[in-house]
């Protein structure tokens, strides 16, 4: 799904107020049975849960509240995500590690067990088949998650790479966690009632840590990191565990975190400047035009080894045409495909995410222009339906980012 969910979620949220719910709802989910669902479906429709096709699957956008409102809420207190749709799953044997490097752009080997990074699967031309978490749990066993829309392809992909790296007398098997469900709780009330539910010492786990442990009676995968910018965890837990994970979390906030749905999840991750692959990524772009340059490890910059080497190499030597910005702008939202003009009128790149951040109150965006213009503070034009209006390169993250490191 293409476009800003927020802005679908804001158009079903109108439709749902001025006409017959029943017939909305058919308009919706025209393809209903073809939908796959998570084991979670059944209790998002009984919290009111509005359902979207996302990526294959039934998800809810919102809830009762407004997108607007359940961003803030998780800003000032939390909101608790069903990610299920996403893919999670674990690399294992002797070789897992130099395996993974030949796909990805992160020094792999240079992981502490027990921690993880953003990484970036890449072609041969070096652009981005998928962005993901990677943990490595140990030396011989890599935990990651991949985006439910590129599912297919990632593990096409990761299955013909594996099958050639075994051929040649590698130790590498890989397990799909689909028995699993995954939830993510977010926002500054996430360590306090998560901590109501396990014996471990969250307060010891930091931004992008790992750990196997008892969450609430079910053995759980749990990594500190999220998608919105503040402090949370990504929770991996089995799926017949997942409604009771979920009634508990609830309970022990006691109405403070709320279930959260995409539409939220999508203003979140844009007010943090975070990709969005399918909008802010693509095969034909590349992790140094993306701005992830910082995710590609020292050791693998003076290597190479993986996928599209070359042409990310002479990037980061010769500089990107084209580099990923943050902006501020005037009028309406801009939204996915707007044209950024300069000053004079000429085109100078392409919005790929927009809308109007709920925390700051304006209009913020993210797009691609060219090099030499990415500067903080640059004015530019934004074409909305054929109009222009005035837009200034920001930094971002827009809103600052709350996650939990050592001090």
């Not at 590690?97 to 752009?105: A, D, H, Q, R, W």
């Not at 009632?193 to 010891?204: A, C, I, N, R």
Request: aromatic share 8%.
């Amino acid at each position: 799904m293409r476009g800003s969910l927020w802005q679908l979620g804001q158009s079903i949220t109108r439709r749902l107020a001025q006409a017959d719910k029943k017939a909305v709802t058919r308009r919706y989910f025209a393809s209903e049975a073809d939908l796959k669902k998570t084991v979670l479906y059944d209790f998002h429709v009984a919290h009111g849960g509005k359902l979207v096709p996302f990526a294959g699957w039934s998800m809810p956008i919102q809830y009762k509240d407004s997108i607007m409102d359940s961003t803030i809420n998780c800003r000032q207190n939390g909101g608790l995500f069903d990610v299920s749709h996403m893919c999670g799953l674990s690399l294992k044997g002797k070789d897992c590690v130099p395996f993974l490097e030949k796909l990805v752009i992160a020094d792999v080997a240079g992981l502490a067990h027990g921690t993880g990074t953003l990484t970036v699967f890449t072609n041969e031309k070096g652009g981005a088949i998928d962005d993901s978490v990677i943990t490595k749990v140990k030396d011989d066993h890599i935990y990651l998650v991949v985006n439910a829309g590129c599912r297919d392809k990632d593990l096409a992909h990761i299955e013909e790479h594996m099958k050639a790296f075994k051929a040649k007398g590698g130790d590498v098997s890989w397990h799909i966690h689909d028995e699993r469900s995954l939830l993510a709780l977010q926002g500054p009330l996430a360590a306090p009632v998560l901590q109501h539910l396990t014996k471990d010492d969250l307060s010891k786990l930091y931004f992008g840590e790992f750990r196997i442990l008892d969450i609430n009676g079910a053995t759980c995968f749990l990594t500190r990191t999220g998608y919105t910018g503040e402090d949370g965890f990504e929770i991996s837990v089995p799926s017949e565990n997942a409604e009771d994970l979920a009634k508990a979390i609830l309970e022990k906030s006691e109405g403070k975190v709320r279930l959260t749905g995409l539409g939220a999840r999508d203003s979140l991750r844009l007010e943090a400047g975070l990709c969005l692959y399918g909008n802010d990524m693509e095969q034909h772009i590349t992790p140094v035009e993306a701005g992830l340059t910082w995710a590609i490890g020292k050791r693998r910059r003076a290597e190479g080894g993986f996928l599209g080497a070359e042409v990310i190499l002479k990037q980061l030597a010769e500089g990107p045409s084209i580099r990923r910005v943050g902006f501020i702008s005037t009028g309406p939202p801009p939204r996915s495909h707007s044209e950024i003009q300069d000053e004079k009128g000429s085109n100078i790149g392409e919005i790929t995410s927009g809308g109007f951040s709920p925390c700051l109150k304006k209009n913020i965006a993210m797009g691609y222009v060219k090099s030499g213009l990415h500067k903080a503070g640059t004015k530019a034009k934004i074409l909305v339906r054929g109009k222009a209006y005035d837009g200034v390169v920001t930094k971002m993250p827009f809103v600052p980012t709350k996650y939990y490191k050592p001090s």
